[in-house]
């Protein structure tokens, strides 16, 4: 009865048992006294072998056996310090082990046997230290039965441990090797496997040497008729599972077996048993087994066909370590001969070639073909064989065979190679493709080569006949493919341009090759027919070339032809010049016909150079090839153009170009043709000056000058007026040639160029020339310089002077985009020339007016080895100013000065300081230059030739740069001062404001007019002699503006009085008091001047401006809010005394020089006297939280006010200012519609900005002091109907800050307590501002609880403006609290509760990811805060829960809340987000707390709690931030390790809004538990989903979903990477069904699914069999494409069924030839193409990547690849084959249908083995609404906007330049490498 097996729990203790018992033992057998130990365990082998260990169980013992005892018996073989005593206990141990191992053979125990094999083993440390003497092995001979008998006698002599030849003897005793024998006798199902085999025999192979011949050669021979036939007779089934390598060890292990008894047959049968195997392997059903069966093949092959060349033939050689691992015997017995027909009986050319070719098979057949024909074995059968095999059949086996084909040919001789290639001559061309015309050519060289040793041949036998001897018959010669190179190189629409530039490069080398000479003149005809009958035109030129090229240059031999005298041959025979003329006419009149058609569907003129109009070659390369030819063949015959010919070729490729990049190159080819630099010159001189004088200007110079066509006028224009003596070019063609005459030709085109050219950069590099022409100019025309610039302004002007006329005839401001162009122009050319007379000058041009000096700064001068100083400059001085002044101080030349600023040499003269970015404080290094000394080394000839010419280029130079002598009136800015010019130019700034600003700019360049300034400056007297009206005429607004500059720049002392450069020199006591002197002086004069303005009534006139123009008018142009608030600044100068407060001195700057004296700051001048000199500008605004700190004071001047209608003024600037803050937005807002001031002044349609804050400010200065000064002013004020009005348009909801503040602050200073009248004005604001509380918190709740979704524009909304109403609120609260107008804390308790209502119901507005501010809310908080400071008793009342509740308010909701799945979004808690907002919070509590115990006590508590211990927040890494969403709104996915391939399809997915929404749909059973939906796949997936689309933290985890998600019933490993197209469609084979039984079961079908139809179409019948099937991605090839088309291409593209391979037709009932294809029937929602970028290499027998490139477009159109596309073009082509009408066959679909745009990349990164996978999507809906839609980047937690311009470099593939460090060069080094980052899928949506 057998027994019982034990539980699973028994097992289990056995196990842990023997695991002690094996640690117990393994640790005394390593102990110096083991005999005890060993004999125990020799006693529990016996037990097992005689079955006596009866308390064992089965598993037990099966465990110890296979387990245990292995390992004991390889410590003890280990071990080689053992007395004798323990060795001999360790040998009986191992004798008990054999009897084991012979009872356990029919077991097959590979463990045991593994152990047999060391028991064996000679080299054991064991054996090799033990028992190795010679006396023992003596008496072990003599003492043993049957040692004598088994062992070979000689053992006795050799040095081998007598314990193995014992141990080898008890195997015999045991009938070991019998047992051997008897289980590999076996039959099934208990055959043994080879692995087995090879255990069994390796103890017999180890054994041999020590067994005698009478043992041993019985056993071997049975051995050998058992092994080799059992390994022969297995199945195929059993041979799949075997290892190769198994099987050379075996064969192996027997080789060395067998020979010593079977020496002559042991070769032979070892070979012939390699050979048996590798053809059984051959033609296994098994793909991996047939390719083993051939590579072992060709592995043999290889070896028999170079064994003559080692020098052991014949020898058995052995590599590695028999009956280990890679050991092989080279064949020994096999001869090249046996070999070929052993090939050809078993017919392995049929196998490979025949009807089961495989392409994997083809592939790697070559060695056998090849040594079949390097043996002269291969026949024209078996190359009829390989060809046929290419028939019909996939590209790839095409490929394979045509490449096979072209590595033969060597081995072919001249008969095989003809009749092959009249197997290629009936190819089609339709059928070439490159690996095709590799082989053809291949062919063609051998064929060629063996032609021409038969040739050779013949001719030597001829000399070797008789004279009378006749001669042999001789074959035509042929020259193969020549022929089909040159029509495959011919334009056709059959075959790619690839295909035609491939054959072309063939044919040019072949002719080029001297045994094809003989061919020239035949081919060289056919291109001139070709040329003459207007075909392939450009191949035929490029060919004919190329064919001359091949001539000698010169004549060598008498009579040799050489490319001169070919080209006068054709030019004799064949008129080729005119030929080539005519040709190129005809194809600019075809090309330009083809043009239009183009044009006409709306694609770009640049189209037109990649698309072939003519033939199949692009447009501008068969352009350029023509003028290419032209310019050889001129050179090869040393001609040059006629007249003729040019004006000919200008009009084809100039006048008549198609596109700008053609004109381009012919204008730079005529550039070229002047020759130069070893060029021949195709043009002569004459020519030449053709081109430029007469041809040139033929050009549109508006649209048909570019960048490159001005460049090489540029070259021509030099050139033409240096051969004419009109310039010299010796100072080089970098710098300005020196002008010898200023009769320049065609200077005038270059001034149409500048003013008419329509690319801008075109025109500024006309104008830069045109600047250059009068940059230098020879000495002798130095006394010119004045008249020619007078005619460059004169030039300028009568060009706006034209366009200002033909404006105003048009009764327009604006003029025509060809007129303003003009005018723009022109102005940029006088600004042009302006500024290169001033970079001449040293930057020191006088310009207009004191605001053309832009702001006060003072910077520091570093001077280099020497003192600091400060330098006192206005932004808008240049740095040529600066270098000036130093220079003065240093007393050197201004060049030799060298100026450096944060790390660079300022150079440029002109550059002003805000140009430069050097603002207040800055500093700027200053040294002096080292004058450049002559090179001592020079050679003395050297410097003597040199001499005369630099001598010569230097006092031209100097004599050009010296413009100091310069007559004042004949500088540019003072010729465009002359009155005429200047009215000109003011009547332009009436044109529209583009242009007017520019006439502006261009006005403040120039110096002061001085008509104007003369009037303005020379005031009478007499009241009523100055024509105000005329002086300030406010009807032009740039005029009235510049008036004002000149005024405002009277009322100051002159800019030079407050930056000399004599200020910077050492301070001298006289210099000193000079300084002072003239500052005293100035400001006297100016003193004077501002008493004779006031005193004639310009104040006046002023007022008068103000009181009855309108500002606000948008005809007044752009200048004139800035108009505006200069008037009123003026104004205020002469009738408002600001005091400032007096600021801190600031630390004197070390050594610093002399500053000019300027007005004290803070000391206001009597008004006696006159105004004062007006103050320093005011510092830069303050931050907000002083916006009402440090306010001036202002008292009103009566003496400078002209007027007493205080009132009437103060109303006037009231409601100038509310025009100014009143945008639409504002007026809508507050449901305005109508001036509420009554007046006339127009409301604004625009925003308002920085200038109106300044009209703000000098309207609020007036307002404040006049108010102050005159209490009915204050009341006028105060008691406007629309004050209401004005304070909430102004304070409130303005959106310009500055306006807001301006106001403020001029009401606060109305406010201020140290003014009588202080206290209404005080308690008047404050119950208004109040009164607009309940507003403001109404309105920014609505605001709060719009939609989120619609874009909103928060620039003029609530939470944005209200900033400065609460900080003015704020101010005036706590101003009365303390007392102002009566005021007490105790009054504002119910403003107190009101407010923290407010904040409690405040919605959240701050978002995450920006910093737009809630001002309401921090307004709120901070008026609070005011308030409880202000009063104790007001802390508790709003802070203690229960009351106001504001400490748990602030603490939770505006700080520490966090959002739910209830309240979640951008506008998620907490309220607080901003930096701003939160400060005023924590600020908020802060105060609360203070003096507060009970709120400090809650706020503690609170603050406890959100820190426990336990919590998250008290780890060292809490960073919240850190896990927010990212800003772009959009959240991630963790990777668990290898979940990028999952991360980056879900995000794909997810980004899929009508899927997304779709897959929430489907319920979840009611009954379910959260058990079962950890395991529902569907309700993890819309876990995900949701989760992505509602978060707010910046990842999501996704542990459950691949807990959910099983892989062979196990949750998905994390750590176990997936291929992401193998993990789609599991996950959607998945979701399919569990989406089964739901309303959306069809949803990936609506989706993602598309059907396709496997089509097989009968060539011989009517009949088509079509079968359809549905998809969800299409996987198509990368390997050998470039792109996405070609691949689809291949995709439809098919295979043909022919021969045995053919189709049966059922409705024929027969075989016909048939396409069989797959194309698309239906396409999907979202297409998805999955690139197949991963093959495996069953070579290496492992997956790759192919990392080529790999392109896709944008826009993708699949109609081409659906089957009605198909049936489309196959009819269409069908028709034109047969020559009838092509059909207009329309789609059955809307383009629309077809059309996809890219949505999605997925992309891997890495190899096969090991990579990454991220995401690149494009949104289907935009965050918000209107806003255009975004491309990400999800590359797993990571999310983060993508430029869609990096998609090509970002996932293309192929390969980048890497820079890396070279170790044995020393330096960077630039490799090529393969892009491993790659598309991998594709997602397409339809274009709508």
Request: hydrophobic share 40%; charged share 25%.
């Amino acid at each position: 009865m057998a027994e019982a097996a034990p539980s699973p729990e028994v097992m289990k203790e056995e196990e842990e048992e023997l695991k002690k018992d094996m640690l117990y033992y393994e640790d005394l057998l390593g102990q110096d006294r083991i005999n005890d130990y060993v004999d125990q365990l020799t006693l529990n082998v016996r037990g097992i072998v005689n079955n006596t260990l009866t308390d064992w169980s089965q598993h037990k013992t099966i465990t110890y056996v296979r387990h245990v005892l292995p390992k004991y018996c390889t410590i003890l073989l280990k071990r080689n310090d053992l007395d004798l005593e323990d060795a001999d206990a360790v040998v009986s141990f191992f004798e008990a082990i054999e009897e084991l191992i012979v009872s356990y053979i029919p077991y097959d125990s590979s463990e045991l046997l593994e152990v047999l094999g060391k028991l064996m083993h000679r080299n054991m440390p064991f054996f090799v230290k033990h028992g190795r003497e010679y006396m023992r092995r003596e008496e072990f001979m003599t003492t043993s039965d049957t040692a004598e008998s088994y062992l070979n006698p000689n053992v006795v002599k050799w040095e081998c441990s007598v314990y193995l030849l014992r141990l080898v003897v008890k195997f015999v005793e045991l009938d070991g090797f019998a047992a051997i024998l008897a289980r590999l006798q076996a039959t099934t199902p208990n055959k043994p496997s080879l692995v087995i085999m090879k255990l069994l025999v390796k103890p017999l192979w180890k054994a041999r040497e020590y067994l005698s011949e009478s043992v041993l050669k019985p056993f071997v021979i049975q051995l050998n008729q058992l092994v080799f036939p059992y390994i022969l007779n297995m199945t195929d089934e059993e041979l799949k599972s075997e290892d190769k390598k198994t099987t050379a060890s075996i064969v192996s292990g027997m080789d060395a077996l067998l020979r010593p008894y079977m020496r002559d047959q042991t070769g032979e049968n070892i070979d012939r048993f390699n050979l048996a195997l590798a053809l059984k392997c051959f033609r296994s059903p098994y793909l991996e087994k047939r390719l083993q069966g051939l590579n072992d093949i060709k592995e043999i092959i290889g070896f028999v066909a170079t064994k003559d060349e080692y020098p052991m033939a014949g020898a058995r050689r052995m590599q590695g370590g028999v009956l280990g691992g890679n050991s092989h015997l080279y064949p020994s017995w096999i001869d090249p001969n046996f070999m070929v027909q052993w090939l050809k009986d078993n017919r392995i050319m049929d196998a490979l070639f025949g009807e089961s070719l495989h392409q994997e098979l083809v592939k790697r057949a070559i060695d056998i073909p090849r040594f079949l024909a390097q043996q002269h074995e291969l026949t024209i059968a078996d190359l009829d064989l390989i060809w046929d095999a290419s028939e019909g059949k996939h590209e790839t086996i095409v490929h394979h065979i045509h490449t096979l084909m072209g590595e033969l040919v060597s081995f072919l001789s001249l008969e095989e190679l003809e009749h092959m290639f009249e197997r290629i001559q009936k190819m089609p061309y339709s059928m070439y493709d490159k690996e095709l015309l590799n082989m053809v050519r291949n062919f063609s060289i051998r064929a060629v080569q063996a032609q021409h040793q038969q040739h050779t041949a013949y001719q030597q036998q001829l000399q070797r006949l008789a004279p009378d001897e006749p001669a042999p018959p001789q074959k035509p010669r042929n020259w193969f493919g020549l022929q089909i190179f040159f029509d495959l190189m011919l334009d056709s629409e059959d075959r790619s341009l690839d295909i035609t530039d491939q054959a072309q490069a063939n044919m040019t080398d072949f002719i080029a090759w001297d045994l094809c000479f003989p061919e020239r003149t035949l081919y060289i005809e056919k291109c001139v027919a070709n040329i003459a009958a207007h075909q392939s035109v450009t191949r035929s030129l490029r060919l004919l070339l190329h064919i001359i090229g091949t001539y000698q240059a010169t004549k060598k031999v008498k009579k040799a032809e050489t490319k001169a005298s070919i080209m006068e041959w054709l030019e004799k025979e064949h008129n080729i010049m005119e030929l080539f003329f005519n040709d190129f006419v005809h194809y600019k009149e075809q090309a330009s016909t083809r043009a239009q058609a183009i044009r006409a569907t709306g694609a770009p003129e640049a189209q037109l150079n990649s698309t072939p109009l003519v033939g199949i070659i692009p447009h501008l390369l068969q352009v350029q090839e023509r003028l290419n030819f032209l310019q050889n063949a001129l050179a090869i015959t040393g001609q040059s153009l006629t007249l003729p010919q040019i004006d000919i070729l200008w009009k084809i490729v100039v006048i008549k170009a198609l596109t700008r990049e053609e004109r381009d190159h012919a204008l730079m080819w005529f550039d070229h043709a002047r020759g130069g630099n070893n060029m021949h010159a195709s043009l002569t001189e004459e020519g030449a000056r053709h081109v430029f004088v007469a041809k040139f200007p033929e050009l549109d110079p508006a649209t048909q000058i570019s960048r490159d066509a001005l460049n090489i006028f540029d070259s021509l224009f030099r050139h033409v007026n240096w051969t004419s003596g009109a310039l010299d070019l010796s100072p080089g063609p970098t710098l300005p040639p020196i002008v010898q005459s200023f009769d320049l030709v065609n200077l005038p085109y270059l001034w149409r160029i500048a003013l008419e050219a329509r690319d801008p950069t075109v025109g500024k590099q006309a104008i830069t020339q045109v600047i250059r022409v009068y940059q230098n100019v020879a000495p002798h025309l130095r006394a010119n310089v004045g008249t020619q610039r007078q005619e460059y302004v004169a030039k300028c002007m009568e060009q706006l002077a034209s366009v200002q006329e033909a404006t105003a005839a048009s009764s327009s401001t604006r003029p025509s985009p060809s007129d303003a162009l003009r005018l723009d122009r022109a102005l940029a050319l006088i600004k042009a020339l302006l500024d290169e007379f001033e970079t001449r000058r040293g930057g020191q041009r006088q310009k207009h007016g004191a605001s053309a000096r832009g702001q006060p700064m003072t910077i520091t001068i570093q001077l280099v080895n020497g003192p600091k100083f400060p330098m006192e400059l206005h932004s808008n001085e240049t740095v040529g100013t600066v270098r000036a002044k130093i220079a003065a101080h240093w007393q050197i030349p201004v060049h030799m000065v060298r100026l450096i600023t944060t790390g660079r040499e300022l150079k440029a003269d002109h550059e002003t300081m805000s140009e430069i970015k050097v603002y207040n404080g800055h500093q700027i290094h200053a040294t002096k230059r080292v004058p450049l000394k002559p090179d001592e080394n020079h050679a003395e000839g050297n410097a003597a030739a040199n001499a005369n010419n630099n001598n010569n280029n230097n006092a031209v130079r100097a004599t050009l740069m010296d413009t100091s002598d310069d007559d004042e009136h004949l500088q540019p800015s003072a010729i465009l001062s002359q009155q005429v010019y200047f009215n000109q130019l003011f009547q332009l700034l009436n044109m529209e404001e583009a242009i007017g600003q520019k006439v502006w700019d261009l006005l403040m360049g120039l110096p002061t007019n001085k008509k104007m300034l003369d009037e303005l400056t020379n005031l009478s007297n007499k009241p009523g002699d100055t024509n105000w009206d005329a002086l300030l005429d406010p009807q032009s607004t740039f005029k009235l503006f510049y008036s004002l500059q000149i005024i405002d720049s009277l009322m100051q002392p002159p800019a030079e009085q407050a930056a000399s450069p004599m200020t910077m020199s050492p301070a001298l006591s006289a210099q000193q008091q000079q300084q002072q002197q003239h500052a005293a002086d100035a400001a006297n004069k100016t003193t004077e001047w501002c008493q004779r303005f006031l005193a004639t009534g310009g104040v006046a006139s002023l007022l008068k401006i103000v009181m009855t123009q309108d500002f606000s008018d948008p005809a007044k142009g752009s200048k004139r809010r800035t108009c505006l608030a200069l008037l009123l600044k003026i104004i205020n100068f002469f009738s408002v005394d600001i005091v400032l407060p007096t600021p801190p001195t600031p630390a004197p700057l070390p050594t610093p020089l002399p500053a000019p004296a300027t007005a004290p700051v803070v000391t206001v001048v009597s008004s006696v006297q006159g105004p004062p000199p007006p103050p320093p500008p005011p510092p830069p605004p303050p931050p907000p939280a002083q916006n009402f700190n440090d306010l001036p004071r202002l008292h009103f001047r009566e003496s400078g006010f002209p007027s007493t209608n205080f009132d009437a003024v103060a109303e006037r600037l009231l409601e100038i200012m509310w025009c100014a803050a009143a945008s639409p937005h504002v007026r809508h807002t507050l449901k305005i519609t109508a001036n509420p001031f009554g007046g006339h002044l127009s409301l604004r349609d625009d925003r308002p900005d920085a200038e109106d804050g300044e009209v703000t400010k000098q309207a609020m200065t007036h307002i404040v002091a006049s108010a102050l000064a005159h209490p009915a002013v204050l009341q006028k004020i105060l008691t406007h109907p629309a004050m209401n009005t004005w304070l909430a348009t102004v304070i409130i909801y303005c959106g310009e800050r500055s306006v807001r503040r301006e106001a403020a602050r001029g009401i606060y200073q109305l406010c201020e307590p140290r003014h009588a009248s202080s206290a209404g004005s005080h308690t008047f604001f404050l119950n208004q501002l109040l009164g607009f509380l309940q507003r403001v918190d109404a309105e920014s709740r609505i605001r709060g609880n719009l939609d989120r979704s619609s874009p909103v524009d928060t620039t003029e909304s609530l939470s944005s403006t209200a900033d400065l109403y609460f900080e003015l609120m704020d101010k005036l609260v706590a101003a009365s609290c303390d007392g102002v107008a009566g005021g007490r804390p105790g009054n504002f308790a119910q403003l107190l509760t009101q407010v923290v209502g407010m904040i409690v119901a405040h919605p959240t507005i701050e978002t995450r990811g920006t910093t737009d501010e809630d001002k309401v809310l921090i307004g709120q908080l901070n008026l609070t805060r005011t308030l409880v400071a202000k009063d104790p008793a007001f802390k508790l009342e709003a802070g203690a829960t229960g009351r106001g509740g504001l400490v748990k308010e602030v603490f939770v909701t505006c700080l520490f809340e966090i959002p739910t799945a209830e309240d979640h979004g951008p506008y998620a808690p907490p309220k607080c987000k901003t930096r701003g907002a939160r400060l005023a919070a924590f600020r908020l509590l802060t105060e609360l707390c203070r003096g507060c115990e009970e709120n400090f006590r809650e706020l503690t508590d609170r603050l406890l709690e959100h820190h426990k211990p336990d919590d998250t927040r008290s780890q060292w890494h809490y960073l919240p931030a850190g896990y927010e969403k990212a800003g772009c709104g959009y959240a991630g996915m963790k990777n668990l390790g290898a979940t990028c391939y999952m991360n980056s399809l879900m995000q794909q997915l997810f980004m899929l809004p009508s899927f997304r929404y779709l897959l929430f749909n489907p319920p979840t059973a009611p009954d379910a538990t959260p058990e079962s939906l950890g395991e529902n796949l569907l309700y993890q997936l819309q876990v995900i989903f949701g989760y992505l689309q509602e978060t707010e933290k910046k990842y999501f985890d996704t542990r459950d979903f691949c807990s959910a998600y099983k892989c062979d019933g196990q949750p998905t490993n994390p750590s176990v990477q997936m291929d992401v197209d193998e993990f789609f469609n599991m996950l959607f084979d998945r979701l399919e069904t569990a989406l089964k039984g739901t309303p959306q079961a069809n949803l990936l079908k609506d989706f993602f699914g598309g059907t396709m139809v496997n089509q097989l179409i009968s060539k011989q019948c009517e009949h088509v069999s079509e079968r359809e099937e549905g998809f969800f991605t299409i996987s198509i090839e990368v390997k050998g494409k470039k792109s996405i088309s070609e691949s689809l291409d291949l995709y439809v593209q098919g295979d043909m069924l022919e021969g045995d391979n053919k189709y049966f037709c059922g409705s024929c009932s027969a075989k016909v030839d048939a396409l069989k294809r797959c194309c698309i029937k239906t396409l999907p929602d979202t297409l998805i193409i999955h690139n197949k970028r991963f093959e495996f290499d069953l070579e290496l027998m492992k997956r790759i990547k192919l990392n080529d490139q790999f392109e896709f477009p944008t826009r993708l159109n699949m109609e081409p690849y659906t089957k009605e596309g198909l049936e489309r073009s196959e009819a269409m082509q069908a028709a034109k084959d047969k020559g009838e009408a092509v059909p207009d066959l329309q789609p059955l679909h809307p383009s629309s249908y077809y059309d996809y745009e890219l949505s999605g990349i997925l992309v891997h990164t890495g190899t096969a083995d090991s990579g990454h996978y991220y995401s690149f999507i494009k949104e289907r809906e935009p965050k918000v609404q209107g806003m255009p839609r975004q491309w990400y980047q999800f590359n797993d937690t990571l999310v983060e906007l993508f430029n869609t311009e990096d998609i090509s470099k970002q996932c293309f593939g192929g390969t980048e330049p890497i820079t890396q460090w070279d170790p044995a060069l020393q330096k960077q080094v630039t490799r090529i490498h393969a892009k491993v980052y790659n598309a991998y899928m594709q997602f397409y949506d339809p274009v709508y």
